[in-house]
């Protein structure tokens, strides 16, 4: 195991999360002896999955989660396939039992690798000693080559505990190939573009991995092309940017995203995989308007519908072919009619934010978090009505500065996660947005944040209800089994933080919102753990909603009928 945990460093991996047992002790026995890779203890083995995401998704580089045999490996399925979904690079080790054991169903012993093979990029067993090396080298080129994603690699004890011949000094990571765009097919995305009267660039998540953002403003500024965003591609234009024009959706949207977009005669999507709640009704999304689809992993242009263009490629890679051809036409496009439009669409379909209603409603929540912290802030959310919320009025301003776990919706992400983010970036300021049911899933990683001094605010949306999901039964008419009130306040969420050594308050009225932001970051900073504001939030509150992109639903009064 000193060659793994020498190949493991060499790869950039300077933190782990785990939780040893019988299995793996052959990596900890190694990584005590070599050093130069921090370890934080979990509680949960799904929360190591989803740290190993955050601090991924922070930084760029591959995340390291471990665990031991059975049960170790089953729980980080979940995180596996959070990261598979997301794209995001991360290593899972599990221990195994003796590799001469496995037919006699030995204790903890299971198929793992099976198990792991729907939501990896590659899951395989270390069957030979002197080959796990090359499986870990090959485990990183896996992890980030392409469309970015999670391996797992399970190792027998038996296997583990073998000594061989191994020279660090003369090993080296495994190239990663670029994966370019074909010019001819730049150059007609490019005559496309500039045929259309109302064209709009899609930015997706694929933008913020290929850490591409800058080259997407160069070219949006150049050509004057308002741009929009996924969620998962959120922040990678400032969203005070004047050709920003929002997101487009059937939930986490804005009104001026979902009106431009209508108005729009050409979509060039760039590494966005065209999620079902962002599209909506597919006739309506598809429309007449023309679509270009760039994404680095072939299998996901048509993958939803046919577009006009396909395109394979690293974004980033695009992007610079494309401003390289435009400015060798020469081409510099001053403001014209299309960007007007849409900044005056931005100007005029808002939602109301500054509700002085008690109890709270959402949308002031986030008009708090907005006016109180700065651009740099790192914020991690997860699933549910705040995470609709969240979308529709929270403001980013940086790439992967807003995290959200956007397609396989995991509840209880949102506190290993920040862990993650600030183990990446230990002078961040790091935010984690939460619902009251969520919190409690991987709630013990908050001892993980405490023992270690991992310094984060959590802030709460606390309607005591499954909202989403009571929510998603209008339809059926029913409220069945979503309601989770008991006594006064149901879960008193502030007494639990004060049991996992940590602080919080409970804030009734809008106007204490403020002062508990500013209380819970001075109190973050000065105990070194997290602290939490939980704010009462309206019960039975709704997110505007609908099943198609011309058809959202809103609940609340808008500023022009007030």
């Given at each position: 195991m000193n060659a793994v945990v020498e190949v493991l460093k060499s790869e950039g991996v300077d933190v782990a999360f785990g939780c040893p047992g019988a299995a793996i002790l052959p990596l900890y026995k190694a990584?005590?002896?070599?050093?130069?890779?921090?370890?934080?203890?979990?509680?949960h083995e799904e929360g190591a999955t989803h740290m190993a995401d955050g601090w991924a998704r922070t930084n760029g580089r591959v995340g390291l989660a471990i665990g031991t045999?059975?049960?170790?490996?089953?729980?980080?399925?979940?995180?596996?396939?959070?990261?598979?979904?997301d794209s995001i690079p991360i290593i899972c080790v599990t221990g195994q039992a003796a590799s001469t054991k496995l037919h006699q169903e030995a204790f903890q012993a299971v198929d793992i690798v099976e198990i792991a093979k729907p939501v990896t990029k590659w899951a395989v067993q270390v069957k030979e000693a002197a080959q796990a090396p090359w499986i870990f080298r090959e485990?990183?080129?896996?992890?980030?080559?392409g469309r970015p994603g999670p391996v797992l690699i399970d190792i027998p004890v038996d296997i583990a505990k073998q000594v061989i011949e191994y020279?660090?000094?003369?090993?080296?990571?495994?190239?990663?190939?670029?994966?370019?765009?074909?010019?001819?097919?730049?150059?007609?995305?490019?005559?496309?573009?500039?045929a259309a009267e109302r064209p709009l660039l899609l930015s997706g998540?694929?933008?913020?991995?290929?850490?591409?953002?800058?080259?997407?403003?160069?070219?949006?500024?150049?050509?004057?092309?308002?741009?929009?965003?996924?969620?998962?591609?959120?922040?990678?234009?400032?969203?005070?940017?004047?050709?920003?024009?929002?997101m487009t959706g059937i939930q986490t949207s804005q009104r001026y995203g979902n009106a431009s977009f209508l108005e729009s005669d050409l979509v060039l999507a760039l590494g966005a995989r065209f999620g079902d709640r962002h599209t909506g009704t597919l006739d309506v999304y598809r429309g007449e308007r023309t679509f270009i689809h760039v994404d680095i992993e072939p299998t996901q242009l048509g993958r939803v519908f046919e577009p006009d263009l396909g395109i394979v490629s690293d974004t980033k890679l695009f992007l610079r072919a494309m401003l390289d051809l435009a400015k060798a036409?020469?081409?510099?496009?001053?403001?014209?009619?299309?960007?007007?439009?849409?900044?005056?669409?931005?100007?005029?379909?808002?939602?109301?934010?500054d509700f002085d209603d008690i109890p709270v409603k959402a949308p002031r929540v986030y008009k708090e978090i907005n006016d109180f912290f700065d651009e740099d802030t790192y914020f991690v959310t997860a699933i549910g009505l705040y995470q609709i919320w969240g979308g529709q009025h929270q403001k980013a301003f940086k790439p992967r500065r807003y995290q959200v776990c956007g397609q396989a919706g995991p509840l209880g992400w949102e506190i290993p996660a920040a862990i993650g983010v600030k183990k990446a970036v230990p002078d961040a300021q790091v935010v984690g947005v939460v619902g009251d049911y969520g919190f409690q899933y991987l709630v013990e990683e908050l001892?993980?944040?405490?023992?270690?001094?991992?310094?984060?605010?959590?802030?709460?949306?606390?309607?005591?209800?499954?909202?989403?999901?009571?929510?998603?039964?209008?339809?059926?008419e029913m409220n069945y089994q979503v309601d989770i009130h008991f006594d006064e306040y149901g879960t008193d969420n502030v007494k639990i933080m004060e049991a996992y050594g940590c602080a919080g308050v409970r804030v009734f009225d809008p106007a204490e919102?403020?002062?508990?932001?500013?209380?819970?970051?001075k109190e973050a900073a000065r105990t070194s753990r997290p602290v939490l504001v939980e704010v009462m939030i309206e019960r039975e509150a709704n997110t505007p909603h609908g099943l198609s992109i011309n058809a959202v639903r809103e609940f609340e009064p808008l500023p022009a009928e007030v």
């Open positions: 990584m005590e002896e070599l050093g130069g890779i921090e370890h934080l203890v979990v509680r045999s059975g049960p170790a490996g089953t729980n980080m399925i979940t995180g596996l396939y959070t990261a598979f979904a485990a990183f080129r896996i992890a980030r080559s020279d660090p000094s003369i090993d080296v990571p495994l190239p990663v190939a670029a994966v370019e765009p074909h010019l001819p097919r730049v150059e007609r995305a490019l005559d496309l573009l500039l998540g694929g933008v913020v991995i290929a850490d591409a953002s800058a080259e997407l403003v160069e070219l949006a500024e150049l050509l004057q092309v308002p741009v929009q965003v996924t969620l998962m591609g959120k922040g990678s234009i400032d969203e005070n940017h004047p050709l920003f024009s929002g036409r020469g081409i510099n496009r001053e403001p014209g009619a299309w960007p007007a439009r849409v900044a005056e669409l931005r100007r005029t379909l808002t939602r109301r934010e001892a993980v944040a405490a023992q270690y001094d991992v310094p984060f605010v959590l802030i709460m949306l606390n309607n005591e209800y499954l909202g989403l999901i009571r929510q998603a039964s209008l339809p059926y919102i403020r002062p508990s932001l500013e209380w819970a970051t």
